[in-house]
């Protein structure tokens, strides 16, 4: 089966700008995760949807938000982007809660400049 | 809340050589046990998971952990490591707490294996 899907693989943008990052899951999962991969921060929870609904949030500024459509595809948006923001940005889906196992996609880097 | 502790951020070793990679976590809740395995340019997978039960787990490729409650630990080991294994490995925790979704990584720890 099709793992999880992540658009764009790479994106290089200006600070100051806002990109979108697009996350498929698997068939079937609800649950959706977003985690940000820096050398210096680490694995960094994001926040997680589950049927269209936040349900648990990291601890990060106001600038990164997200949503899950109603077939559980889910979005991440980050506004006035800063340097700081260059990172990996990984999604993971599951089918409901993590001890279900996470199935993560490959990742989108994001070079802010 | 949850914090999870890798000692070894790089750990070298020969082929067919036995490893150990430790993590410790910190938790005043009981938690789900995790280690994933990140080859370069890739996400995340997942190796093995302790949940309940027994606190030996194996995975399919030869790696095994062991949950420790006294001692906080999951340490994860292979008894003859090869040339393929050479990876980052992270382990992780999750409160058994209400949605029990999230994760907590620990830094990750390097295995480097050489001929």
């Known amino acids: 089966k099709a793992g999880v899907t992540q658009t764009p693989r790479y994106l290089i943008k200006t600070r100051g700008q806002q990109v979108t990052l697009s996350c498929s899951p698997i068939?079937?999962?609800?649950?959706v995760s977003w985690y940000q991969q820096t050398p210096g921060q680490g694995l960094q929870f994001l926040f997680e949807?589950?049927?269209?609904?936040?349900?648990n949030k990291g601890n990060f500024p106001g600038r990164f938000s997200g949503r899950q459509f109603s077939n559980s595809r889910s979005e991440m948006n980050v506004s006035t982007l800063e340097l700081g923001d260059s990172a990996l940005y990984l999604c993971?889906?599951?089918?409901?809660?993590?001890?279900?196992?996470?199935?993560f996609g490959s990742g989108t880097r994001l070079t802010v400049v | 809340a949850q914090s999870v502790t890798q000692l070894d951020s790089q750990v070298p070793v020969f082929e067919e050589a036995p490893v150990e990679l430790r993590c410790n976590y910190s938790?005043?809740?009981?938690?789900?046990l995790f280690w994933y395995v990140q080859y370069p340019n890739q996400g995340l997978q997942l190796l093995l998971k302790?949940?309940?039960?027994?606190?030996l787990v194996e995975s399919i490729n030869g790696f095994e952990a062991e949950f420790n409650k006294s001692q906080t630990s999951f340490h994860l080991r292979k008894p003859s490591v090869h040339i393929s294994d050479t990876a980052e490995y992270f382990c992780?925790?999750?409160?058994?707490?209400?949605?029990?979704?999230?994760?907590?990584f620990g830094t990750g720890t390097r295995l480097q294996v050489t001929l």
């Open positions: 993971a889906s599951s089918r409901d809660r993590v001890n279900y196992g996470y199935t």
């Open positions: 068939s079937g999962h609800r649950s």
């Open positions: 949807y589950f049927s269209e609904t936040q349900r």
């Open positions: 938790s005043s809740v009981s938690v789900y």
């Open positions: 302790y949940l309940s039960g027994s606190t």
């Open positions: 992780a925790v999750s409160a058994i707490t209400g949605t029990a979704s999230k994760l907590t």
